[in-house]
């Protein structure tokens, strides 16, 4: 294993899926002075959230332990996708508060929505950038005429 072998992509995602996995126990709404983490707050999109910070946490294990790109690839394709998906569901229950509309919004929430953004981010990155620390460098091909005919 290599964190050498880590970039900005993945140590964006890896951080933002650990601050996802936090956000979930912060709390997300209160009301008067009664706070709702994440958990109790969400039925089914908090199990979303935890596989979404898995599966950045798992971007960074992949880029540090594989040497060919094809797992790191798919892992940032599903990354920079899941995490997207994870951001919108982030904002609606941020616009669309549960049961009553007399709760506010509080920080878990909001550390959730940046959460996901630089999970997604982390993903973008770890896709547009193709090149790995700790490899040697491609082989030049060697370059020869056409053959005549």
């Known amino acids: 294993m ?3 072998r880590l970039r900005a992509g993945e140590w964006l995602a890896a951080a933002g899926g650990v601050a996802l996995l936090v956000s979930l126990f912060l709390p997300w709404y209160g009301l008067l002075g ?4 994440g958990f ?6 908090d199990l979303l959230l935890v596989l979404l ?3 950045a946490l798992a971007l960074a294990v992949l880029q540090a332990t594989q040497n060919t790109p094809a797992m790191p690839v798919a892992a940032g394709v599903l990354t ?3 995490g ?3 951001a919108l569901l982030v904002l609606f229950r941020i616009i669309v508060e549960p049961e009553s509309s007399a709760l506010e919004v509080e920080i878990g929430a909001w550390v959730a ?7 997604t981010a982390g993903g973008w990155l770890s896709l547009m ?3 790995v620390r700790g490899l040697p460098p491609d082989i030049e091909p060697e370059l020869r005429p056409t053959p005549a005919a």
């Open 53 to 55: 910070a898995l599966l």
């Open 34 to 37: 009664a706070d709702v983490s």
């Open 80 to 82: 920079a996708t899941f």
């Open 2 to 4: 290599g964190v050498e």
């Open 40 to 45: 109790e707050a969400l039925s089914v999109i």
């Open 84 to 86: 997207k998906i994870g």
């Open 129 to 131: 950038n193709e090149h």
């Open 113 to 119: 929505l940046a959460a996901t953004v630089a999970i």
